[in-house]
C-alpha cells in the first residue's frame, strides 16, 4: 500500500515545527492527534459564514447552523455503521460519553447483587464513573484480568462475562497501554447470551481501523474527535434505540426537551434528549471534515504504515539492551502504539531525554494506573502513531533512546 506521505504531511503544518534543528517528531497520536488543514478549514468556514443557534431560529443562520449540525450526525451514524441517527448522541469526548452511560443506565438498571465487568486495562474513563455507578447502587465492580506478559485476557477471567449477574459488561477495542485489540465481536455474544449490556470504549480503534457497530453488535460505543484530527471538545455516544429509549436524560435544560410546565417536563426525542444546551456545532463540523479526511486517505493504507511503523519501532526496541516491551512484542498484535521502560530510567527523564532532542512521547500510567500497578510498574513510555508518521522517524527516535542510558549515567 503506498501514499504521498509529503502531501499528507502538507496537511498539517504542525508537523513542520522545528524542535532541536529538526522538525518534531510527534508520537503521542494517542493522547491527540494533530489537525489537518482541511477539517480546519471547515471549521472555519462553518464559523465565518453560518455561525448560527442550531434548532432554536426561523433566521438563516440558525438554519444553516442546524443543517450543519444535523448533516454531521449523518456522516458519523455512516462511518460507524450505526442503523439511525436517533442513536448518535453528539458528547464533549470519550469520557463524557461513558459517564452518560454508567449514569443514565447504570444508576436506574443496577441494584445490589448485580455485577459491572471490566477490564483491567481499562482507560480510567471507562473505570471510574463504573466505580461510582457501583458505589451508588449496592453492585460490585469485577475485573477481567490479562496475562501480565501476553497483555491478553486470562482465559478463566473471560469466564466472568457468563455470569447471569454481570449486568453490565464494559471494556476498551484496543488498550491504549498494551496496544492491543482485543477482538471485541465474540466477547459482546457471549455477554448477549445471557442479556448482558455491553458499552464498548473505542477511543483508539476509530482512528486506525474500520468499526462497525451493528456488526460489533454492542449495545453502546463511545469514541473522542481529537483523536482523529477534528477540534477537541466534541465525542460521540453511539446506544442502540431501544436502550437510549428508555433511558434517563443526562443532562437537563435547553433543546432536550419536548413541553415544559411549572412542575414538570416532557423530554425531546432521541438524539436531543440527550443534548441539552446549545452545542457545539464547530466541533461536529469539524469531526464531519476529520471523519471524510480519514476516510479519504482509507484505513487500508492508515493500517499499513501504522503496521510499518510498529514493526520497525518494536523490532529497532528489542535490538537495544534494557528496553521491556509492554504487552505484546509480536507487531501483529500491536494497534498503532508501542508502550516500553528504560531499565532503570524513570519514564519522565526519557522523555525529557527526548524531548530535548525534538522527540514528543508520552509518559505517565497514562490514565491507566490500576493495569501499571498490576503489571508492578508505576509509569511506562508511549510512542503512539497516526498515519503521518514516517519510518525515518522511527528511525531518529531509537537513535536517541539508545543514548538514554549513557547519558543517565549508566552503560548501554
Ligand atoms: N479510553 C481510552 C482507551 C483512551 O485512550 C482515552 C484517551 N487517552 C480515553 C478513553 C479518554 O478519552 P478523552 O480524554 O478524549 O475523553
New binding site residues.
Given amino acids: 500500500m503506498t501514499m504521498n506521505i509529503d502531501a499528507i504531511r502538507n496537511d498539517f503544518p504542525i508537523l513542520k515545527t522545528i524542535c532541536a534543528g529538526r522538525p518534531a517528531v510527534y508520537f503521542d497520536n494517542?493522547?491527540t492527534a494533530q489537525k489537518p488543514l482541511p477539517v480546519l478549514e471547515a471549521a472555519f468556514e462553518y464559523t465565518v459564514r453560518s455561525n448560527g443557534n442550531p434548532h432554536r431560529g426561523a433566521h438563516i443562520f440558525s438554519l444553516a447552523a442546524s443543517e450543519a449540525y444535523d448533516g454531521s450526525k449523518e456522516t458519523v451514524r455512516r462511518f460507524i455503521g450505526a442503523k439511525s441517527v436517533r442513536e448518535i448522541i453528539y458528547t464533549r469526548?470519550?469520557?463524557?460519553s461513558l459517564n452518560l452511560v454508567a449514569r443514565s443506565w447504570g444508576e436506574t438498571h443496577l441494584g445490589p447483587g448485580d455485577k459491572i465487568l471490566i477490564t483491567i486495562a481499562e482507560?480510567h474513563?471507562?473505570l471510574v464513573p463504573w466505580q461510582r455507578a457501583a458505589e451508588k447502587t449496592g453492585a460490585s465492580l469485577e475485573y477481567i484480568y490479562v496475562d501480565k506478559k501476553t497483555g491478553h485476557f486470562l482465559p478463566e477471567d473471560l469466564e466472568k462475562i457468563d455470569d447471569p449477574a454481570v449486568k453490565i459488561f464494559a471494556f476498551?477495542q484496543?488498550?491504549?497501554v498494551l496496544g492491543i485489540d482485543f477482538d471485541p465481536k465474540p466477547l459482546i455474544a457471549r455477554a448477549h447470551a445471557h442479556g448482558a449490556a455491553v458499552v464498548l470504549?473505542g477511543?483508539?480503534s476509530v482512528p486506525h481501523k474500520k468499526v462497525d457497530v451493528t456488526d460489533l453488535d454492542c449495545d453502546f460505543f463511545a469514541f473522542?474527535g481529537?483523536?482523529m484530527g477534528s477540534a477537541g471538545g466534541i465525542?460521540v455516544l453511539y446506544g442502540k434505540e431501544r436502550f437510549l429509549e428508555e433511558m434517563e436524560p443526562f443532562l437537563m435544560g435547553g433543546d432536550m426537551i419536548d413541553r415544559v410546565e411549572e412542575q414538570e417536563t416532557s423530554f425531546a426525542e432521541l438524539p436531543m434528549k440527550f443534548e441539552a444546551g446549545t452545542q457545539y456545532v464547530e466541533g461536529a463540523v469539524s469531526l464531519e471534515a476529520a471523519i471524510r479526511y480519514v476516510e479519504a486517505v482509507g484505513f487500508d493504507v492508515i493500517r499499513a504504515q501504522e503496521a510499518r511503523l510498529v514493526k520497525r519501532t518494536l523490532e529497532g526496541l528489542q535490538e537495544i539492551p534494557h528496553i521491556q516491551i509492554i504487552g505484546p512484542a509480536d507487531p501483529v498484535e500491536k494497534e498503532g502504539l508501542v508502550s516500553f521502560n528504560v531499565e532503570d530510567v524513570h519514564p519522565h527523564d526519557v522523555a525529557q531525554i527526548l524531548s530535548a532532542e525534538g522527540i514528543c512521547i508520552r509518559t505517565g500510567h497514562?490514565?491507566a494506573e490500576p493495569l501499571h500497578r498490576y503489571l508492578g510498574i508505576n509509569a511506562s513510555c508511549r510512542a503512539s502513531f497516526w498515519f503521518y508518521n514516517t519510518e525515518e522517524e522511527v528511525d531518529y527516535f531509537l537513535e536517541k533512546l539508545k543514548g538514554v542510558r549513557p547519558m543517565m549515567g549508566y552503560g548501554e
Fill in positions: 494517542a493522547a469526548n470519550t469520557t463524557e482507560h474513563s471507562d476498551a484496543v488498550s491504549n470504549d477511543a483508539q473522542s481529537h483523536k465525542g497514562h490514565c
